[in-house]
Nanobody
Framework: VQLQASGGGLVQAGGYLRLSCSAS????????MAWYRQAPGQERELVAS???????TYADPVKGRFIISRDNFGDTVYLQMNSLSPEDTAVYSC???????????????????WGQGTLVTVSS
């Protein structure tokens, strides 16, 4: 299984980025997917998740700004990040997940396969 994340970089506050995570050696359409992030000195947190049929969950800090989506034909999950702030600076990683619990300020899930992270830096 390989999950390859890309799209990170340096952006000014108020800007946007689109992260991609391409999957290989996996039946991608059978997996719920998620994006996590880990800021320096902080614990990793789930940012957004998407089920096999497109249902989405977001952590409160990113609601209304981030959009997770998936392309089951291209085996790719995306994270569109708008109105970025310095607080969004972190390493972002994609993962397969199960047992997503939404309806919380901070959704929870059980990650399975991980991709390598991509660094997002938002300057003020």
């Amino acid at each position: 299984v390989q999950l390859q994340a890309s799209g990170g970089g340096l952006v000014q506050a108020g800007g946007y980025l689109r992260l991609s995570c391409s999957a290989s050696r996996i039946m991608f359409r059978s997996y719920d997917m998620a994006w996590y992030r880990q800021a320096p000195g902080q614990e990793r947190e789930l940012v957004a998740s998407i089920t096999t049929d497109g249902g989405t969950t977001y952590a409160d800090p990113v609601k209304g700004r981030f959009i997770i989506s998936r392309d089951n034909f291209g085996d790719t999950v995306y994270l569109q990040m708008n109105s970025l702030s310095p607080e969004d600076t972190a390493v972002y990683s994609c993962a397969t997940v199960c047992g997503v619990v939404g309806g919380l300020s901070q959704p929870e899930a059980h990650p399975g396969y991980w991709g390598q992270g991509t660094l997002v830096t938002v300057s003020s």
